[in-house]
């Protein structure tokens, strides 16, 4: 019994709470060493080398690139725009935000009632277009999404009663009559009266200053006949004032 517990505890099976295990460490085989000599020699006879040009590039002119060609479909849309500017009168345009379709359906009917047509244009197509013509000074306004309100009369007035109730369309400027307007511009040509009446008024002024004219030049005329007229008067009574009075030796005789 005394010979069994004096059994060291290792044996027993005891193990340490911590151990150290060290592992050694892998031989760097890969070290830089410097090419042969030959292979050197090699690499150099064997080296590509590009072939130099007959001419030298700076001899050479500027490539011209090739014109890309339109399809058929821009180029439709471009004449389109064309015709726009060309056949009406009132060329608004107008920076198109999102709206609701059925929002965009009731405007467009509203300005069709007004003979005012809306067009969707892409600045693709309408920048070539108006920078080779005299709306060139359009040209700032064409840079977010934009639409054209078109119409073959001045309907300036009606226009902005229907964008007043539409807060996602916001007028940029128009052409009137071949004039480019601001947004102030085209706010103070809608106060502007209708065309009959100006016209009415400007004849009305051309007519005066020829009756105030014509009555300047009769009045002298006129105050010359009444002096004379006056004066024969004045002439014809003497001289029957005159062989009414009997004289004087005719007078003593019929005493």
């Not at 509203?110 to 108006?130: A, D, M, Q, S």
Request: with cysteine; hydrophobic share 40%.
């Amino acid at each position: 019994m005394a010979a069994l517990r004096s059994v060291a505890p290792w044996r027993g099976g005891w193990l340490p709470a911590l151990q150290l295990v060290r592992h050694g460490s892998k031989a760097v085989t890969r070290h830089w060493k410097a090419m042969h000599f030959q292979r050197q020699k090699l690499m150099a006879v064997t080296e590509y080398l590009a072939p130099r040009p007959a001419v030298p590039p700076r001899c050479l002119g500027p490539r011209r690139e090739a014109p890309q060609e339109d399809n058929g479909y821009a180029q439709l849309l471009r004449r389109q725009v064309e015709e726009a500017f060309r056949d009406n009168r009132m060329i608004a345009i107008c920076q198109y935000n999102s709206m609701p379709d059925e929002d965009l359906v009731l405007m467009r009917h509203y300005l069709r009632k007004h003979n005012i047509e809306v067009k969707f244009v892409l600045n693709e197509i309408v920048r070539p277009v108006l920078s080779q013509s005299k709306y060139k000074n359009l040209l700032p306004l064409f840079v977010a999404r934009n639409i054209l309100l078109v119409s073959p009369e001045a309907k300036v007035r009606e226009m902005l009663r229907v964008l007043k109730g539409v807060p996602q369309v916001n007028l940029l400027g128009a052409c009137i009559d071949d004039t480019i307007l601001s947004r102030q511009g085209v706010e103070n040509f809608a106060k502007l009266p209708p065309l009959e009446a100006a016209q009415g008024q400007t004849v009305g002024a051309l007519e005066l200053l020829p009756s105030q004219t014509s009555s300047l030049l009769q009045r002298g005329s006129a105050h010359l006949t009444a002096l004379l007229d006056q004066h024969i008067h004045r002439l014809q009574t003497g001289e029957t004032g005159s062989t009414a009075e009997p004289s004087p030796a005719q007078s003593s005789g019929a005493h």
